[in-house]
């Protein structure tokens, strides 16, 4: 029973489309996470969301847009794709910030934008 | 501007040997420390963590050193073995360093293990 899953593992889109990538926690955990893995294989947090409330962006273009539903949920959308978007985009969760006893992450989706 | 680094891209260790593998901040303010490790097409997976207050932490094989005054941790694995094969991330976090408290990773490296 997977604890963070993430949708789809693989996408291939074309420049200027629209695509979202969805994620979902079972762990009732309160805070979620998308982190950017690039080419040079840094993962950078894009967004956090707590208790449905975002609480961080980091200076993420505002083609990105995190959407939470509830707080199991947080789904990125990414609007006009652009080359330089294609990456591994995880999706984690943890009970409190600061990372207190680890993150659990998802699988990864890899996206490639042509 | 790189806040936790891992200088070494890849480390090679002969199975039943010690691999030990480093990492580097620079934000003083971070106070919790971390190591994933991450299999390819899988989400890095959580390891074993170390506070500030302290300067060990060991669970089984795992065994994590924090130097505070160098900014400075590793990871030791003891023994080796084939299946601990994965890239290894450190992570910092700090209530007022990096991101609001949120994890700042390092570049990974790659630990391959041979039999």
């Known amino acids: 029973d997977t604890a963070v899953s993430q949708t789809p593992k693989y996408l291939v889109t074309q420049m200027g489309n629209d695509k979202s990538i969805k994620c979902e926690q079972n762990l009732g955990h309160d805070t979620m996470y998308w982190y950017k893995q690039d080419s040079k294989k840094f993962l950078k947090i894009m967004f956090s969301y707590n208790n449905k409330e975002l609480i961080i962006n980091e200076t993420v273009p505002n083609r990105f847009s995190p959407k939470s539903p509830d707080k199991a949920h947080l789904n990125l959308h990414i609007n006009s794709l652009e080359l330089g978007d294609s990456a591994v985009y995880f999706c984690a969760s943890s009970q409190l910030r600061q990372g207190k006893g680890g993150y659990t992450f998802g699988s990864g989706t890899r996206l490639t934008v042509v | 501007d790189q806040q936790v680094k891992q200088n070494s891209p890849s480390l090679s260790v002969q199975e039943g040997r010690i691999s030990i593998l480093n990492c580097d901040y620079t934000?003083?303010?971070?106070?919790?420390f971390l190591w994933y490790k991450k299999y390819p097409a899988e989400g890095p997976t959580f390891l074993i963590s170390i506070s500030s207050i302290k300067d060990k932490n060991e669970d089984g094989r795992f065994t994590v050193f924090l130097n505070k005054s160098a900014k400075h941790l590793s990871l030791h694995i003891v023994p080796s073995q084939p299946g601990d094969s994965a890239v290894y991330f450190c992570a910092a976090s700090g209530r007022y360093g990096g991101s609001q408290g949120n994890l700042i990773f390092g570049k990974g490296t790659k630990l391959s293990v041979k039999p």
């Open positions: 934000n003083s303010m971070f106070d919790y």
